[in-house]
């Protein structure tokens, strides 16, 4: 059974920061691309950040670009979702999901798709507030 774990999500001050984990059972990492959403509730999931099979390519929402990481640690079959300076406007359900083909999820900003992706987790809580 193809499985994604997310953990990691807690409250933290404005500012503050967290490690959001994204862990993989029943398949390995290394032929999957992972993208990271996030929904409040009465909205749209909204794509945060995004790494190909290889780690090597990374896409982030603008909203997030310059204040999180995504990383890919094969060996463990985890990918890594390090958030900083966060906001309150970070607050929502944090999910990871993967991308069965590799390269549906490679192309412009369709890794914005939540679509394009097979396998999601249940995801974590992250709550930014002082």
């Known amino acids: 059974q193809l499985q994604l774990v997310e953990s990691g999500g807690g409250l933290v001050q404005p500012g503050g920061s967290l490690r959001l984990s994204c862990t993989a059972s029943?398949?390995?990492?290394?032929?999957?691309?992972i993208g990271w959403f996030r929904q409040v509730p009465g909205k749209e999931r909204e794509g945060v950040s995004w790494?190909?099979?290889?780690?090597?390519?990374?896409k982030y929402a603008d909203s997030v670009k310059g204040r999180f990481t995504i990383t890919k640690d094969n060996a463990k079959n985890t990918v890594y979702l390090q958030m900083n300076s966060l906001k309150p406007d970070d607050t929502a359900v944090y999910h990871c999901?993967?991308?069965?083909?590799?390269?549906?999820?490679?192309?412009?900003?369709?890794?914005?798709?939540?679509?394009?992706?097979?396998?999601w987790g249940q995801g974590t809580q992250v709550t930014v507030s002082s």
């Open positions: 029943g398949f390995t990492l290394d032929y999957y691309a």
């Open positions: 999901a993967a991308d069965q083909s590799g390269i549906r999820t490679s192309i412009g900003s369709l890794w914005t798709d939540p679509a394009k992706y097979g396998v």
């Open positions: 790494i190909s099979r290889s780690g090597g390519s990374t």
